[in-house]
């Protein structure tokens, strides 16, 4: 059984391997290595600085309107603001059965 998964596994990276250098047409990992085969590298550079600077951008704007969507999907009596006094009777109620209401402070 162990001889079969090491035959199998020898095949599978010689596969890839094959693949790999077969088909360099279909290096599309960066800009650099597509365009990179031909003379337009300034193309190739321009379009990787734009996708450097844009992605981050995109991933806090996908964060905060995952934030929005989950606020709005909770029902309207969760959202509703709470008073001074039920706050205080939410900590109460937390301390008394043992769960912390505020994060521990670092002496």
């Known amino acids: 059984m162990n001889a079969l998964k090491a035959i199998f596994a020898k095949s599978s990276y010689a596969a890839a391997l094959l693949l790999v250098l077969g088909a360099p047409s279909w290096a599309w990992a960066c800009p650099t290595c597509k365009d990179g085969l031909s ?3 300034v193309g190739a550079y321009a379009f990787s600085i734009l996708f450097m600077m844009i992605v981050p951008y995109v991933l806090l704007a996908g964060f905060f309107v995952y934030i929005v ?6 029902p309207a009596a969760e959202r509703k603001e709470l008073s001074a006094d039920e706050l205080t009777q939410i900590a109460l109620k937390k301390a008394k059965q043992g769960i912390p209401t ?5 002496d």
């Open 39 to 41: 003379d337009n590298y």
């Open 69 to 74: 969507v989950c606020y709005w999907r909770r």
């Open 102 to 106: 505020q994060p521990p402070a670092f």
